[in-house]
Protein backbone atom coordinates (compact mmCIF):
# COMPACT_ATOMS: atom_id res chain seq x y z
CA UNK A 1 0.00 0.00 0.00
CA UNK A 2 1.60 3.28 -1.11
CA UNK A 3 1.93 5.69 1.57
CA UNK A 4 -0.92 8.02 0.01
CA UNK A 5 -3.58 5.53 1.06
CA UNK A 6 -2.16 5.25 4.26
CA UNK A 7 -2.60 9.02 4.80
CA UNK A 8 -6.21 9.03 3.03
CA UNK A 9 -7.06 6.06 4.74
CA UNK A 10 -5.93 7.71 8.35
CA UNK A 11 -8.56 10.77 7.88
CA UNK A 12 -11.33 8.62 6.76
CA UNK A 13 -10.96 6.51 9.91
CA UNK A 14 -10.41 9.95 11.74
CA UNK A 15 -13.36 11.51 10.27
CA UNK A 16 -15.33 8.29 11.32
CA UNK A 17 -14.90 8.40 14.65
CA UNK A 18 -15.59 12.33 14.91
CA UNK A 19 -18.91 11.19 13.21
CA UNK A 20 -19.79 8.38 15.56
CA UNK A 21 -18.15 10.65 18.71
CA UNK A 22 -20.35 13.64 17.64
CA UNK A 23 -23.19 12.00 16.27
CA UNK A 24 -23.76 9.70 19.79
CA UNK A 25 -26.10 12.54 21.33
CA UNK A 26 -29.16 11.37 18.97
CA UNK A 27 -29.90 8.39 20.82
CA UNK A 28 -29.38 9.90 24.58
CA UNK A 29 -31.99 9.02 27.26
CA UNK A 30 -33.99 11.78 28.28
CA UNK A 31 -35.94 11.24 31.64
CA UNK A 32 -36.19 13.62 34.33
CA UNK A 33 -38.19 13.73 37.19
CA UNK A 34 -41.27 16.43 37.35
CA UNK A 35 -40.52 20.13 37.83
CA UNK A 36 -41.60 20.65 41.83
CA UNK A 37 -44.86 22.56 42.21
CA UNK A 38 -45.41 25.56 41.90
CA UNK A 39 -44.15 25.08 38.22
CA UNK A 40 -42.34 27.88 37.16
CA UNK A 41 -44.53 30.44 34.37
CA UNK A 42 -43.04 30.28 31.10
CA UNK A 43 -43.08 33.41 28.75
CA UNK A 44 -42.85 32.35 24.87
CA UNK A 45 -41.28 34.90 22.67
CA UNK A 46 -41.43 34.90 19.12
CA UNK A 47 -39.42 37.14 17.23
CA UNK A 48 -41.06 37.94 13.76
CA UNK A 49 -40.56 39.49 10.85
CA UNK A 50 -42.71 38.59 7.71
CA UNK A 51 -43.93 35.47 8.65
CA UNK A 52 -47.27 35.06 7.99
CA UNK A 53 -47.29 31.98 6.31
CA UNK A 54 -45.53 30.31 9.66
CA UNK A 55 -46.97 31.94 12.68
CA UNK A 56 -49.98 29.78 12.41
CA UNK A 57 -49.03 26.49 12.37
CA UNK A 58 -46.54 27.62 15.53
CA UNK A 59 -49.28 29.02 17.33
CA UNK A 60 -51.55 26.48 16.98
CA UNK A 61 -48.95 23.67 18.64
CA UNK A 62 -48.72 26.43 21.49
CA UNK A 63 -52.18 26.31 21.93
CA UNK A 64 -52.52 22.21 22.30
CA UNK A 65 -49.52 21.92 24.84
CA UNK A 66 -50.21 19.98 27.64
CA UNK A 67 -48.76 22.42 30.09
CA UNK A 68 -50.16 26.00 28.80
CA UNK A 69 -47.46 28.67 28.84
CA UNK A 70 -47.84 31.81 31.18
CA UNK A 71 -48.16 34.42 27.73
CA UNK A 72 -47.17 34.11 24.11
CA UNK A 73 -45.45 37.57 23.10
CA UNK A 74 -45.03 38.02 19.31
CA UNK A 75 -42.99 40.68 18.42
CA UNK A 76 -43.53 42.31 14.77
CA UNK A 77 -40.27 43.19 13.75
CA UNK A 78 -42.05 45.71 11.06
CA UNK A 79 -43.71 43.01 8.77
CA UNK A 80 -45.41 44.21 5.69
CA UNK A 81 -47.37 40.89 5.26
CA UNK A 82 -49.72 41.18 8.08
CA UNK A 83 -47.94 39.30 10.41
CA UNK A 84 -48.90 41.03 13.70
CA UNK A 85 -52.72 40.79 12.30
CA UNK A 86 -51.85 37.03 12.02
CA UNK A 87 -50.63 36.36 15.52
CA UNK A 88 -53.74 38.49 16.87
CA UNK A 89 -56.24 36.11 15.48
CA UNK A 90 -54.30 33.11 16.98
CA UNK A 91 -54.58 34.54 20.36
CA UNK A 92 -50.88 35.63 20.85
CA UNK A 93 -50.34 39.23 22.22
CA UNK A 94 -48.63 41.41 19.65
CA UNK A 95 -45.75 44.05 20.31
CA UNK A 96 -44.62 46.40 16.90
CA UNK A 97 -40.90 46.61 17.69
CA UNK A 98 -39.44 50.14 17.58
CA UNK A 99 -37.48 50.81 14.50
CA UNK A 100 -33.87 49.19 14.68
CA UNK A 101 -31.58 51.07 16.39
CA UNK A 102 -28.02 51.50 14.81
CA UNK A 103 -25.57 48.82 15.41
CA UNK A 104 -28.51 46.42 16.35
CA UNK A 105 -29.09 42.94 14.16
CA UNK A 106 -32.60 42.55 13.45
CA UNK A 107 -33.24 39.08 15.96
CA UNK A 108 -31.89 40.57 18.93
CA UNK A 109 -33.71 43.64 18.72
CA UNK A 110 -36.87 41.76 18.54
CA UNK A 111 -35.73 39.20 21.49
CA UNK A 112 -35.81 42.66 23.90
CA UNK A 113 -38.72 44.08 22.78
CA UNK A 114 -40.38 40.79 23.86
CA UNK A 115 -37.88 40.07 27.30
CA UNK A 116 -38.66 43.54 28.29
CA UNK A 117 -42.50 43.38 28.42
CA UNK A 118 -42.13 39.16 29.46
CA UNK A 119 -43.35 38.64 32.99
CA UNK A 120 -42.43 34.67 33.39
CA UNK A 121 -39.91 33.25 35.00
CA UNK A 122 -38.65 31.61 32.48
CA UNK A 123 -38.03 32.76 28.79
CA UNK A 124 -38.50 30.73 25.87
CA UNK A 125 -37.39 31.76 22.68
CA UNK A 126 -38.98 30.73 19.66
CA UNK A 127 -38.35 30.76 16.03
CA UNK A 128 -41.77 31.13 13.83
CA UNK A 129 -41.22 28.24 11.52
CA UNK A 130 -41.43 25.99 14.64
CA UNK A 131 -43.99 23.80 16.19
CA UNK A 132 -43.97 21.49 19.71
CA UNK A 133 -45.40 18.21 20.26
CA UNK A 134 -48.10 19.13 22.87
CA UNK A 135 -45.46 17.27 25.75
CA UNK A 136 -42.40 19.40 24.58
CA UNK A 137 -43.30 22.36 27.29
CA UNK A 138 -43.52 19.78 30.13
CA UNK A 139 -40.48 17.44 29.61
CA UNK A 140 -38.75 20.85 28.72
CA UNK A 141 -39.21 22.27 32.10
CA UNK A 142 -38.78 19.03 33.66
CA UNK A 143 -35.28 18.43 32.08
CA UNK A 144 -34.32 22.39 32.99
CA UNK A 145 -35.18 22.26 36.80
CA UNK A 146 -33.93 18.92 37.12
CA UNK A 147 -30.34 19.53 36.21
CA UNK A 148 -30.52 23.07 37.42
CA UNK A 149 -29.62 24.95 33.85
CA UNK A 150 -29.27 28.13 33.38
CA UNK A 151 -30.39 27.60 29.37
CA UNK A 152 -31.67 24.47 27.47
CA UNK A 153 -32.04 24.35 23.87
CA UNK A 154 -33.64 21.99 21.60
CA UNK A 155 -32.18 20.89 17.95
CA UNK A 156 -35.35 20.35 15.39
CA UNK A 157 -36.83 17.36 14.24
CA UNK A 158 -37.40 18.14 10.16
CA UNK A 159 -40.57 18.07 7.95
CA UNK A 160 -40.01 17.78 4.76
CA UNK A 161 -42.39 18.43 2.16
CA UNK A 162 -40.74 19.15 -1.34
CA UNK A 163 -38.43 16.63 -3.17
CA UNK A 164 -35.21 18.63 -2.33
CA UNK A 165 -36.28 18.02 1.23
CA UNK A 166 -35.99 14.91 1.36
CA UNK A 167 -32.07 15.06 1.15
CA UNK A 168 -31.09 17.61 4.02
CA UNK A 169 -30.72 14.95 6.63
CA UNK A 170 -26.75 15.14 6.14
CA UNK A 171 -26.92 18.42 6.43
CA UNK A 172 -28.47 18.18 9.52
CA UNK A 173 -25.96 16.10 10.96
CA UNK A 174 -23.39 17.85 9.61
CA UNK A 175 -24.65 20.67 11.75
CA UNK A 176 -24.42 18.53 14.73
CA UNK A 177 -20.74 17.84 14.09
CA UNK A 178 -20.18 21.41 13.61
CA UNK A 179 -22.29 22.53 16.88
CA UNK A 180 -22.00 19.24 19.18
CA UNK A 181 -24.36 18.71 21.19
CA UNK A 182 -24.11 17.33 25.11
CA UNK A 183 -26.58 17.46 28.13
CA UNK A 184 -24.29 16.13 30.51
CA UNK A 185 -25.44 17.34 34.47
CA UNK A 186 -22.81 20.04 35.16
CA UNK A 187 -21.11 20.32 32.04
CA UNK A 188 -21.35 22.90 29.84
CA UNK A 189 -20.58 23.76 26.19
CA UNK A 190 -21.12 26.94 24.13
CA UNK A 191 -24.08 25.80 21.74
CA UNK A 192 -27.94 26.75 21.79
CA UNK A 193 -29.48 26.64 18.70
CA UNK A 194 -32.36 29.93 18.63
CA UNK A 195 -34.95 27.76 17.20
CA UNK A 196 -35.54 27.24 20.62
CA UNK A 197 -33.95 28.78 23.85
CA UNK A 198 -35.13 28.42 27.63
CA UNK A 199 -33.51 30.58 29.69
CA UNK A 200 -34.29 31.86 33.22
CA UNK A 201 -35.41 35.55 33.27
CA UNK A 202 -32.90 36.58 36.36
CA UNK A 203 -29.91 35.38 34.09
CA UNK A 204 -30.95 36.66 31.04
CA UNK A 205 -31.31 39.94 32.88
CA UNK A 206 -28.06 39.36 34.72
CA UNK A 207 -25.70 38.91 31.49
CA UNK A 208 -26.95 41.72 29.71
CA UNK A 209 -29.81 39.43 27.50
CA UNK A 210 -29.35 40.01 23.64
CA UNK A 211 -28.30 43.49 24.23
CA UNK A 212 -25.26 42.42 25.30
CA UNK A 213 -25.07 40.43 21.82
CA UNK A 214 -27.07 42.89 19.84
CA UNK A 215 -24.75 43.11 16.58
CA UNK A 216 -23.81 39.40 16.48
CA UNK A 217 -25.66 37.05 13.73
CA UNK A 218 -24.88 33.92 15.80
CA UNK A 219 -26.82 35.35 19.05
CA UNK A 220 -27.63 32.09 20.10
CA UNK A 221 -23.63 30.79 20.26
CA UNK A 222 -23.43 34.18 21.47
CA UNK A 223 -26.12 33.78 24.16
CA UNK A 224 -24.98 30.41 25.34
CA UNK A 225 -21.42 31.67 26.17
CA UNK A 226 -22.53 34.50 28.21
CA UNK A 227 -24.37 32.11 30.22
CA UNK A 228 -21.50 29.93 30.40
CA UNK A 229 -19.11 33.15 31.43
CA UNK A 230 -22.17 33.64 34.50
CA UNK A 231 -21.05 30.34 35.75
CA UNK A 232 -24.59 28.66 34.70
CA UNK A 233 -24.81 25.20 32.80
CA UNK A 234 -25.94 25.19 29.44
CA UNK A 235 -27.72 21.76 27.78
CA UNK A 236 -29.51 20.96 24.29
CA UNK A 237 -30.83 17.66 23.28
CA UNK A 238 -31.38 16.83 20.06
CA UNK A 239 -32.71 13.33 18.57
CA UNK A 240 -36.27 14.07 20.04
CA UNK A 241 -39.45 15.26 18.07
CA UNK A 242 -40.09 17.71 20.54
CA UNK A 243 -39.52 20.51 18.70
CA UNK A 244 -40.45 20.58 14.46
CA UNK A 245 -39.43 22.41 12.06
CA UNK A 246 -40.24 22.48 8.05
CA UNK A 247 -36.99 25.01 7.09
CA UNK A 248 -37.23 27.15 3.91
CA UNK A 249 -40.65 26.67 2.41
CA UNK A 250 -40.11 29.33 0.09
CA UNK A 251 -37.98 26.43 -2.27
CA UNK A 252 -34.68 25.91 -2.96
CA UNK A 253 -33.21 28.75 -3.26
CA UNK A 254 -34.31 30.31 0.32
CA UNK A 255 -32.37 27.24 1.48
CA UNK A 256 -29.21 27.96 -0.55
CA UNK A 257 -29.47 31.52 0.28
CA UNK A 258 -30.60 31.21 4.45
CA UNK A 259 -27.15 28.11 4.78
CA UNK A 260 -25.10 30.68 2.97
CA UNK A 261 -25.84 33.77 5.81
CA UNK A 262 -25.43 30.45 8.40
CA UNK A 263 -22.04 29.29 7.37
CA UNK A 264 -20.84 32.87 6.71
CA UNK A 265 -21.68 33.74 10.27
CA UNK A 266 -20.74 30.36 12.15
CA UNK A 267 -17.08 30.51 10.30
CA UNK A 268 -16.50 32.84 12.57
CA UNK A 269 -17.72 31.13 15.83
CA UNK A 270 -16.96 27.81 15.40
CA UNK A 271 -12.50 28.11 15.10
CA UNK A 272 -10.65 26.20 13.73
CA UNK A 273 -11.42 22.90 15.59
CA UNK A 274 -14.81 23.10 14.60
CA UNK A 275 -14.02 23.45 11.16
CA UNK A 276 -11.31 20.75 11.14
CA UNK A 277 -13.73 17.91 12.81
CA UNK A 278 -16.52 18.89 9.81
CA UNK A 279 -13.89 18.56 7.31
CA UNK A 280 -12.39 15.33 8.66
CA UNK A 281 -16.24 13.96 8.65
CA UNK A 282 -16.80 14.75 4.91
CA UNK A 283 -13.68 13.21 4.23
CA UNK A 284 -14.98 10.27 5.97
CA UNK A 285 -18.17 10.36 4.37
CA UNK A 286 -16.58 10.77 0.48
CA UNK A 287 -13.63 8.66 0.98
CA UNK A 288 -15.67 5.33 1.73
CA UNK A 289 -17.19 5.55 -1.45
CA UNK A 290 -14.01 6.86 -3.50
CA UNK A 291 -12.24 4.27 -2.06
CA UNK A 292 -14.45 1.83 -2.95
CA UNK A 293 -15.18 2.80 -6.51
CA UNK A 294 -11.41 2.86 -6.65
CA UNK A 295 -10.26 -0.59 -5.79
CA UNK A 296 -13.68 -1.75 -7.86
CA UNK A 297 -11.82 -0.04 -10.59
CA UNK A 298 -8.31 -1.34 -9.90
CA UNK A 299 -9.07 -5.16 -9.18
CA UNK A 300 -8.56 -5.31 -5.50
CA UNK A 301 -10.94 -8.12 -4.73
CA UNK A 302 -10.68 -8.31 -0.97
CA UNK A 303 -10.23 -4.55 -0.69
CA UNK A 304 -13.40 -3.53 -2.72
CA UNK A 305 -15.38 -6.33 -0.61
CA UNK A 306 -13.99 -4.77 2.66
CA UNK A 307 -14.81 -1.31 1.51
CA UNK A 308 -17.91 -2.29 -0.21
CA UNK A 309 -19.48 -3.77 3.27
CA UNK A 310 -18.19 -0.72 5.35
CA UNK A 311 -19.91 1.53 2.34
CA UNK A 312 -23.21 -0.45 3.38
CA UNK A 313 -22.83 -0.04 7.30
CA UNK A 314 -22.03 3.77 6.25
CA UNK A 315 -25.56 3.55 4.25
CA UNK A 316 -27.38 2.24 7.12
CA UNK A 317 -25.99 4.06 9.96
CA UNK A 318 -26.86 7.19 7.92
CA UNK A 319 -30.35 6.41 7.23
CA UNK A 320 -30.95 5.68 11.39
CA UNK A 321 -29.65 8.83 12.51
CA UNK A 322 -31.50 10.47 9.63
CA UNK A 323 -34.51 9.01 11.26
CA UNK A 324 -33.58 10.63 14.19
CA UNK A 325 -33.07 14.38 12.56
CA UNK A 326 -36.69 14.29 10.80
CA UNK A 327 -38.87 12.49 7.87
CA UNK A 328 -36.00 11.06 5.76
CA UNK A 329 -36.87 8.14 4.05
CA UNK A 330 -34.02 5.19 4.49
CA UNK A 331 -34.01 5.90 0.36
CA UNK A 332 -32.35 8.97 0.61
CA UNK A 333 -29.18 7.71 2.85
CA UNK A 334 -27.35 6.00 -0.44
CA UNK A 335 -28.07 9.54 -2.14
CA UNK A 336 -26.10 11.53 0.12
CA UNK A 337 -23.19 12.86 -2.12
CA UNK A 338 -25.49 14.62 -4.65
CA UNK A 339 -26.63 17.24 -1.27
CA UNK A 340 -23.04 16.67 0.46
CA UNK A 341 -22.18 18.59 -2.76
CA UNK A 342 -24.35 21.05 -2.40
CA UNK A 343 -23.10 21.56 1.24
CA UNK A 344 -19.53 21.64 0.34
CA UNK A 345 -20.91 24.84 -2.57
CA UNK A 346 -22.05 26.60 0.12
CA UNK A 347 -20.15 26.25 2.17
CA UNK A 348 -17.19 27.67 -0.30
CA UNK A 349 -19.36 30.70 -1.02
CA UNK A 350 -19.87 31.51 2.83
CA UNK A 351 -16.33 31.19 3.45
CA UNK A 352 -15.68 33.56 0.18
CA UNK A 353 -18.24 35.56 1.69
CA UNK A 354 -16.06 35.71 4.94
CA UNK A 355 -12.61 36.54 3.55
CA UNK A 356 -14.01 39.69 1.61
CA UNK A 357 -16.43 40.68 4.12
CA UNK A 358 -19.14 40.89 2.22
CA UNK A 359 -23.13 41.79 3.50
CA UNK A 360 -25.58 39.32 2.73
CA UNK A 361 -29.42 40.38 2.13
CA UNK A 362 -31.55 38.97 4.79
CA UNK A 363 -35.05 39.86 4.93
CA UNK A 364 -34.81 42.79 3.33
CA UNK A 365 -31.91 44.18 5.38
CA UNK A 366 -27.94 43.90 4.95
CA UNK A 367 -26.36 41.87 7.37
CA UNK A 368 -22.78 41.79 8.33
CA UNK A 369 -21.02 38.64 8.21
CA UNK A 370 -18.11 40.00 10.60
Same mark, same amino acid.
Given at each position: ????????????? @?????????? *?? =??? *????? &?????? /??????IPARNEAHNLPALLRSLRALEEKPHEIIVVDDNSSDGTGDVAKSHGAS +????? &??? @?GWNGKPWACTVGAREATGDLLLFMDADTSLSPDAMTRAVDVFTANRMGLLSLTPWHLTTS??? =???? +???? =?FLVAAPVR?????????AIGQ?????????? *?????? @?? *?? +?????????????AAGETVGAIAGQPWLRVRMYPEGFRAFLHGWRRSFAAGLGAGGMRTSMEV????????? +? /?????EAAAEGWIVRGAVLGAALLVLWMDLALRQ?? =????????? /??YPIFLAVFIFVSLRALVDRLTRRSIEWK???????
Open positions: MMLKDIFTDGLVA @AGALIWCWRL *RV =LFQ *RVDSP &PAPSPR /PRVSII +VLPAP &PLP @AAWE =LFQG +VYHA =LMDRGHSHRFFMLIRRDLHD *RIGGHE @AI *RG +VITEDAALAANVMFLAITFLLG +V /PWKFLRR =LGQFPVWTA /PLGRLIDVE
